[in-house]
């Protein structure tokens, strides 16, 4: 099947926006989520013989989506930008609250989340917002199914301390 196939159109209709919120869990740069995505897509295309082939699709374009999105980060930083969104200037995180006030439970979860260790982050994404099974977090992550029920359980504990802190601390 050819990459510029209808088939493929299918396939990026479907998955794009479903990368760019995987995403979106781990980083808070738009600029860098555009990155990672658009090269993860690309990676899709150029590999499409493989992809469409793969038996599990979704765990090569989230394991891939996590190289690029490093490689993004690492360029950033390069350039001498900022990946970290507690490092933007206050006035850039008020309007990007504004403009989700509707969203801050959200915002706060997402906060939380990138605060977590890397391994952690991309476990509780990939279950929380993709419903991902154990087993295909596994193979995004390339560990086993007993690391990921551990990197979740220590997600979840983690985040009930952050989200605990942000609401008064009982939670």
């Not at 980060?73 to 309007?95: H, K, N, Y």
């Amino acid at each position: 099947m050819k990459p510029g196939s209808e088939e493929f159109s299918r396939f990026f209709a479907h998955w794009e926006p479903q990368v760019r919120r995987y995403l979106i869990w781990l980083d808070g740069d738009i600029s860098v989520i555009d990155d990672a995505t658009q090269e993860t897509m690309i990676s899709a295309f150029r590999y499409w013989e493989r992809v469409s082939n793969h038996p599990q699709p979704r765990a090569w374009l989230f394991k891939v989506a996590g190289q690029r999105l490093c490689d993004a980060q690492v360029a950033r930083r390069r350039a001498g930008f900022s990946t970290d969104p507690s490092e933007l200037p206050d006035d850039a995180m008020s309007e990007a609250k504004d403009a989700f006030a509707v969203w801050d439970d959200r915002l706060a979860i997402l906060d939380a989340v990138r605060k977590l260790p890397q391994q952690q982050a991309i476990a509780i994404a990939l279950q929380c917002q993709h419903d991902l099974p154990l087993g295909e977090i596994a193979a995004v992550m390339g560990i086993s199914t007993g690391s990921v029920k551990t990197h979740l359980h220590l997600a979840r504990k983690a985040l009930k301390l952050l989200l605990g802190e942000n609401e008064g601390g009982d939670q």
